[in-house]
């Protein structure tokens, strides 16, 4: 019997899993001949790009759910050592440690966020890069009630103006106002700081206005071209020794690959990814492919593939394809995603939508939220039916459209 592993059970090591599992049963192989295994931390598949959310109900999908009914095993560990030269993995799973060996692997561990050595960081900052620091977050907020009386206590200062630290942002002075519903003498107070000279300049020039346009309507204030230099328990000072009081700090600066990928003997980008081929094969490797946030190729053939659920969830589609092609000797398919959008919630104020990678603005606001919402409640989830044929036939690998927005019908 031959061993696929999976590493990972995210947006890539998900749909890598179902891929292998769906190209094995078109080709009518079983499990007593190809044995295809998913290693996760957890025994769930987290929707992780929804932790910004103040409702974090429903964002967890049991694994048990969709990889039992297409025969997947789910081994619940920690990852914490590979060897590509011995072909096996390490973990630590509930019993003890463990080894499995492999005869393809798909790394799929996904991306971290950046924490460096800025004093009181690890002890103070809170952060949404899972579900479990997601929750913790919800949980201080939920107590900042009960706190005794300070400055900062109804402030929350999100530091790291990219995607996440504006959607973290965004949703604060609603998820503020609840909890201090009863404090009408607390003055909630949101601040978004970063480095950059401008805040949300990654998004390009025409969002850039509408992200402005949206924090100001939320009274969302931006502190831009500013560095911190320690964080405590009441807030943060920054290097010019400017303090900001605040009971709240979240941390949104900066995402690295898994650590493991060290473990292959070829280099990394400086996100710490893998290079891979456009048959999510990694370069220079034979038996071991990457998709994800861990690893990278030109997706369109000129622009580098982003660390996201939009590329994560085709790469994983095509790697799974692809290693049991790879298996079997036959030819191997290319992944080539001709489109990029970034749709970024804007909380009550709406959404915005860019297209291209030179982010053209196509829709604003209620339009743009009704994009977002379909996307992080339906387009990216696994079927959870539990049906067999349906769980499989939704990892055939193709690549999507690019998702739809509809502008309101014009006045007559
Ligand atoms: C708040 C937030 C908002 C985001 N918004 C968007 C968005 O709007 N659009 C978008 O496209 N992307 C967004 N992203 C990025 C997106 O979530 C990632 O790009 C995506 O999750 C990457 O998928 P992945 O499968 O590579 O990694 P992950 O989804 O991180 O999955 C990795 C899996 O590996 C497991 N794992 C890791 N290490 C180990 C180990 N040592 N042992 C065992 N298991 C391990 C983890 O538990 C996890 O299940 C957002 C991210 C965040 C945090």
């Not at 502190?223 to 000072?237: F, K, L, S, Y």
């Amino acid at each position: 019997m031959q061993r696929i592993v999976v590493l990972g059970a995210g947006f890539a090591g998900l749909w890598s899993a179902i891929g292998a599992a769906r190209a094995l049963d078109e080709r009518g192989i079983g499990a007593d001949q190809m044995e295809v295994v998913v290693v996760n931390a957890t025994p769930w598949h987290s929707v992780r790009v929804r932790n910004y959310e103040a409702d974090l109900s429903g964002v967890r999908v049991p694994l048990a759910d969709v990889l039992g009914p297409i025969g997947v095993r789910l081994v619940v560990a920690d990852i914490v050592d590979l060897s590509v030269s011995d072909r096996t993995i390490t973990c630590i799973a509930a019993g003890g440690p463990t080894q499995l060996a492999y005869d393809r692997m798909v790394f799929c561990l996904g991306s971290r966020l950046v924490r460096p050595p800025i004093p009181g960081l690890r002890e103070h900052a809170f952060d949404v890069d899972t579900y479990e620091a997601a929750m913790r977050l919800r949980a201080h907020l939920a107590g900042l009630a009960r706190e005794p009386r300070s400055s900062g206590q109804a402030t929350v200062l999100v530091i790291g103006a990219g995607l996440t630290g504006i959607e973290v942002a965004a949703e604060m002075p609603g998820r503020l106002a609840a909890v201090m519903a009863d404090h009408p003498q607390a003055r909630p107070r949101v601040i978004l700081a970063d480095r950059a000279q401008r805040i949300g300049s990654d998004m390009g020039e025409g969002a850039c206005s509408v992200i402005a346009e949206a924090l100001t309507a939320l009274h969302v204030e931006t502190r831009a071209a500013v560095e911190v230099a320690a964080i405590d328990a009441g807030g943060a000072t920054l290097t010019g020794g400017e303090r900001i009081d605040a009971s709240t700090v979240v941390w949104c600066a900066g995402m690295a690959a898994s650590p493991l990928t060290a473990n292959f003997p070829v280099a990394r980008d400086r996100s710490g990814r893998l290079a891979v081929k456009p048959s999510l094969k990694i370069e220079g490797l034979s038996a071991e492919f990457a998709a994800g946030d861990a690893a990278w190729f030109a997706i369109d053939g000129a622009h580098s593939c982003v660390m996201s659920c939009q590329h994560g969830r085709p790469m994983g589609r095509f790697a799974g394809h692809n290693v049991v092609c790879d298996l079997l000797g036959e030819p191997m398919l290319a992944l080539n995603i001709d489109w990029y959008t970034t749709i970024l919630d804007l909380g009550p104020w709406g959404a915005v939508y860019t297209e291209g990678w030179d982010r053209r603005v196509v829709a604003r606001g209620a339009v743009a939220k009704r994009t977002k919402e379909t996307i992080n409640r339906q387009r990216i989830y696994p079927p959870t039916s539990r049906d067999r044929q349906e769980i499989l036939a939704a990892a055939a690998p193709i690549v999507q459209k690019p998702p739809s927005y509809a502008q309101p019908a014009a006045a007559p």
